[in-house]
């Protein structure tokens, strides 16, 4: 059974940080990524590795204040979330894609495997 499964979500204040994990088991993926939904908002894409792990992508939004990383079997991902403003207030959800010719690693409907989500809130 494939899962993924986030934690590491909570409430904090502007300017704190927040650091989330996705455990991934059943399979490995070929590349992994994070996404977000505020209430009312479309699913949204946050940052993500390429297919083989040497590229990452960052949404403008989050640029310079978040990070994504893995450990080295890649069944592990974390963001590392800085200077948090209310507005990344959401749901965070990982997701993992098998094939490795898949493009666009921003787009949540290349993604085959998604977590459940955990909430992150950012009070003013």
């Known amino acids: 059974q494939v899962q993924l499964v986030e934690s590491g979500g909570g409430l904090v204040q502007a300017g704190g940080s927040l650091r989330l994990s996705c455990a991934a088991s059943?399979?490995?993926?070929?590349?992994m990524g994070w996404f977000r939904q505020a209430p009312g908002k479309e699913r949204e894409f946050v940052a993500a590795?390429?297919?083989?792990?040497?590229?990452?992508y960052y949404a403008d939004s989050v640029k310079g204040r978040f990070t994504i990383s893995r450990d080295g079997p890649k069944n592990t991902v974390y963001l590392q979330m800085n200077s948090l403003k209310p507005e990344d207030t959401a749901v965070y959800y990982c997701?993992?894609?098998?094939?490795?010719?898949?493009?666009?690693?921003?787009?949540?409907?290349?993604?085959?495997?998604w977590g459940q989500g955990t909430q992150v809130t950012v009070s003013s």
């Open positions: 059943g399979r490995t993926f070929s590349s």
């Open positions: 997701a993992g894609r098998v094939s490795s010719t898949v493009a666009f690693p921003r787009r949540p409907d290349t993604y085959n495997y």
């Open positions: 590795f390429s297919s083989g792990g040497g590229t990452t």
